[in-house]
């Protein structure tokens, strides 16, 4: 036998560990069930996240799909427009259309009307 003595409060604060593993051991299976329904809460309000995300991001394709529409529209309006307006320029300059009319039908209203009307919404003419 050694003569060197035995150091006790290592022993003591390996009882001391134990003894916090088992109450915590035992307050986690308490505390169990509440944080199961947690993460079941947590996981639901995640799912009705990506679903409002998910209308959100649908509603968005919808608008940018009618504004494309509305947009191809508001093209082809102009474009006609521009070929009335065009159009009585040319019977105009050539004569083959009055300025103003005897019979009260004014064809500068006309092209005034599908000139301003397409240069609103394009300003490349």
């Known amino acids: 036998m050694s003569n060197e003595r035995i150091d006790l409060n290592q022993f003591e604060n390996i009882g001391r560990v134990a003894r916090i593993y088992r109450e915590e051991k035992y307050n986690l299976s308490e505390k169990a069930p509440d944080l199961i329904a947690e993460l079941k809460d947590l996981r639901w309000k995640h799912m009705q996240v990506l679903k409002e995300r ?3 991001r649908d509603e968005g394709l919808r608008m940018a799909k009618k504004l ?3 947009r191809n529209l508001i093209e082809s ?5 521009r070929i009335i307006r065009n159009d009585l320029d040319e019977a105009i300059a ?3 259309l ?3 009319s ?5 064809a500068t209203k006309i092209r005034d009307f599908a000139k301003r009307k397409s ?3 394009t300003h490349n003419e």
């Open 102 to 106: 005897t019979d009260g039908i004014d």
């Open 68 to 70: 494309d529409s509305d």
């Open 54 to 56: 998910k209308d959100l």
């Open 119 to 121: 240069n609103r919404y």
């Open 94 to 96: 050539q004569g083959h």
């Open 98 to 100: 009055p300025i103003k």
């Open 77 to 81: 309006l102009c474009d006609a427009l």
